[in-house]
């Protein structure tokens, strides 16, 4: 089993910046993408980005994040990250990562992954 804990989350105004981050412990050796999604009140969970665990590669939700999210790791610390930059208040949320442990093919869809962190709030002030 791999533990997820982010953190990085708060209040932010519009145009501003956050940088998430999510450690992971326990069978990390298992990992094979790292995930962020996002809820906002009332609306379905969505997928943000993906990042492959050992080669780098990225996947990134179309529209609404790319340009302006960034995601990466840091296998010595088995941490991902989330770079937000120019936020807008559309982005207010709580924010999750995900381990997937099976296959790696940086899956867009949330009930593929594997593991979940506790989430943490995102608001972006107009």
């Known amino acids: 089993q791999v533990q997820l804990v982010e953190s990085g989350g708060g209040l932010v105004q519009a145009g501003g910046s956050l940088r998430l981050s999510c450690a992971a412990s326990?069978?990390?050796?298992?990992?094979?993408?790292m995930g962020w999604f996002r809820q906002a009140p009332g609306k379905e969970r969505e997928f943000v980005a993906v990042?492959?665990?050992?080669?780098?590669?990225?996947?990134y939700a179309t529209n609404s994040v790319k340009d302006r999210f960034t995601i990466s790791r840091d296998n010595a610390k088995n941490t991902v990250y989330l770079q937000m930059n120019s936020l807008k208040p559309e982005d207010t949320a709580v924010y999750y990562c995900?381990?997937?442990?099976?296959?790696?093919?940086?899956?867009?869809?949330?009930?593929?992954?594997?593991?979940w962190g506790q989430g943490t709030q995102v608001t972006v002030s107009s």
């Open positions: 326990g069978r990390t050796f298992s990992i094979r993408d």
């Open positions: 990042i492959n665990w050992s080669g780098g590669s990225t996947k």
């Open positions: 995900a381990a997937e442990v099976d296959s790696g093919y940086l899956s867009r869809v949330g009930h593929e992954y594997d593991c």
